[in-house]
């Protein structure tokens, strides 16, 4: 059949599952419009606010049910808007096709307006991307986006289309949707042998665990290998619900902010079994003291990853879920009591702690945030010290329950990306945990979930400042607070209640069970504002390149 590129492209999203896309229009991407229009009975598209409240929608949809997220932006400024947005799914290894609409083809590279070359400006931060010129070409590309995007180490996939090709007429042929595979090839048999041989010798195991457990569904084989082997497990932050936190052999994070367990257990380990994570310098802190007495074994899908950051004596790879799986069907039960008893001992003289004289707490809040939700919630956050307490007081028992962008950090990233996953997944309640200062980056996203009635619960841990920044400059910067003071006077009840939503504000400990009883029987969106003392600190803290032996576990002046 004969249909224009704009039609074309929205019969392959259409082939491809997608069932709900994020955006906002202008002038050269029209056409698609349109087209959307047309099709608006097989595709919901959610307008936002802000381009890059899309494309942070679409991480969050694509986080919480680990499809591929869409989202749609005109050219120039538009498609600039997603730039922040794709590099935090290209940190953070998430499945994206974004798509913008360019200015028409004889006016590219002419200054035209609203004109950018987002190809070149994406680059660096894409898996791939497309600037498709000839209309014939679109649908194969389209598919090939997708594939590339899913396939392997998921990423953002960027497609650029002039707006005269979108208006261009050709053949069309629908395809069947291809299931995509996260394999890279057969997993090396003799790779699979040495790793046992490793495991089987081993007196210390401890496994480290990072996202790529999490994009490869391998939670259930992670917690057999972990079971089999005896070994305690610590997760990076991007880990968080690849390993029940609930669980016995659970050590919480690893790393600047990781409990002593986790940071004594990667020192006295014998061998170090990283399953899906890259040893970022959050994690790894001093280079030449991390694991300094262990061998590695590093599980993963990406060579690139393999000895970048960290030595590995040993890898493996493939897709972690098939690795563990082919060594789980080959490794018998093994007993450490001497090694899971020292682990135990670390975790009961030293947990995560705070104090509950004083003000509001933050870690209260989050842990009767888990309370109210059963622990069956999925926790979005910005960043910032309400991420850190989120990761550190919430059990995370399941994966794609804890969304946060890790590897970018990006401010402004919450609200968007609860939007998404709570879109995604409407079967649970989504929290959007964030500060005062990331808040007033996304807030205007309220709009969003009050226009398509979104039950998302914004939970703002607010200490009137940019928390994190003001504490490193307190330990760090001889409490020299350059603008890290927010001595604002804004209402985020009144913020609220002005976009449509329900505000509430919490002031004392004894109000947080109540507010958050109503909040959870709103069934539309709520702010809740909680006010909390500005002196709060994340604690422990490794300072930045120390050894994680030498963290900053108590109040300090």
Not at 3 to 10: F, H, M, Q, S
Not at 290 to 310: C, L, M, P, Q, Y
Not at 335 to 342: K, L, N, Q, S, V
């Amino acid at each position: 059949m004969i249909l224009t590129g704009a039609e074309i492209l929205v019969r392959c999203l259409m082939e491809q599952g997608t069932d709900v896309v994020f955006g906002y229009p202008g002038g050269s991407v029209l056409n698609v419009y349109d087209a959307l229009y047309k099709y608006r009975d097989e595709i919901r598209h959610i307008l936002t606010s802000h381009e890059q409240g899309a494309i942070h929608a679409a991480d969050g949809y694509a986080r919480a049910t680990g499809r591929t997220g869409v989202c749609i932006a005109t050219s120039g400024p538009g498609a600039t808007n997603l730039v922040t947005g794709i590099a935090t799914a290209h940190m953070d290894s998430v499945p994206i096709v974004a798509i913008t609409c360019n200015v028409n083809t004889e006016l590219l590279g002419r200054d035209s307006f609203q004109e950018v070359d987002i190809t070149g400006i994406t680059l660096p931060i894409t898996k791939h991307n497309f600037l498709v010129r000839d209309v014939n070409k679109l649908a194969d590309t389209v598919r090939r986006a997708f594939r590339i995007a899913a396939e392997g180490r998921p990423g953002p996939v960027l497609i650029d289309i002039p707006k005269d090709v979108t208006a261009q007429s050709a053949e069309y042929h629908p395809l069947s949707c291809r299931a995509v595979s996260g394999h890279v090839g057969p997993v090396s048999l003799k790779g699979i042998e040495t790793a046992l041989h490793m495991l089987r010798q081993c007196k210390r195991p401890l496994i480290y665990a990072g996202g790529g457990v999490n994009n490869s569904g391998a939670d259930g084989e992670l917690l057999r290998f972990a079971e089999k082997l005896d070994s305690p497990v610590a997760c990076s932050l991007m880990g968080l619900g690849g390993f029940p936190g609930t669980h016995r052999l659970y050590t919480g994070m690893i790393g600047m902010h990781g409990t002593k367990a986790s940071n004594t257990a990667v020192s006295e380990c014998d061998l170090l079994i990283a399953v899906g994570a890259r040893f970022s310098d959050r994690v790894v802190s001093d280079k030449n003291q991390f694991a300094a007495g262990a061998r590695v074994i590093h599980i993963d899908i990406d060579s690139t990853e393999i000895g970048k950051n960290v030595a590995a004596y040993h890898h493996v790879l493939g897709d972690v879920k098939q690795v563990l799986k082919r060594l789980n069907q080959r490794l018998g039960r093994c007993t450490r009591d001497e090694w899971t008893g020292r682990i135990m001992e670390l975790k009961g003289k030293y947990p995560l702690s705070y104090g509950n004289n004083g003000p509001l707490k933050p870690q209260y809040i989050i842990e009767r945030v888990y309370e109210a939700s059963k622990g069956n919630a999925v926790i979005v956050t910005d960043v910032g010290q309400h991420q850190i307490w989120s990761a550190q007081h919430y059990k995370f028992t399941k994966p794609r329950t804890f969304i946060s962008s890790g590897g970018l950090g990006t401010m402004g990233f919450g609200l968007g990306a609860g939007i998404g996953a709570q879109i995604g997944r409407p079967d649970k309640r989504v929290f959007h945990i964030t500060g005062d200062g990331c808040f007033r980056m996304n807030c205007i996203e309220i709009a969003t979930a009050v226009k398509y009635n979104i039950p998302i619960i914004t939970v703002v841990l607010n200490n009137h400042a940019l928390g994190m920044v003001r504490q490193w400059q307190q330990l760090f910067y001889g409490g020299r607070y350059s603008q890290t003071i927010l001595d604002r006077t804004t209402d985020f009840v009144k913020i609220a209640e002005a976009y449509g939503a329900t505000g509430f504000c919490i002031t004392r400990t004894g109000q947080v069970d109540g507010v958050l009883e109503k909040a959870l029987s709103v069934g539309g969106p709520v702010v809740i504002n909680c006010e909390i003392d500005m002196d709060e600190a994340v604690l422990p803290i490794v300072p930045p390149g120390r050894p994680l032996g030498e963290a900053i576990s108590g109040r300090y002046a």
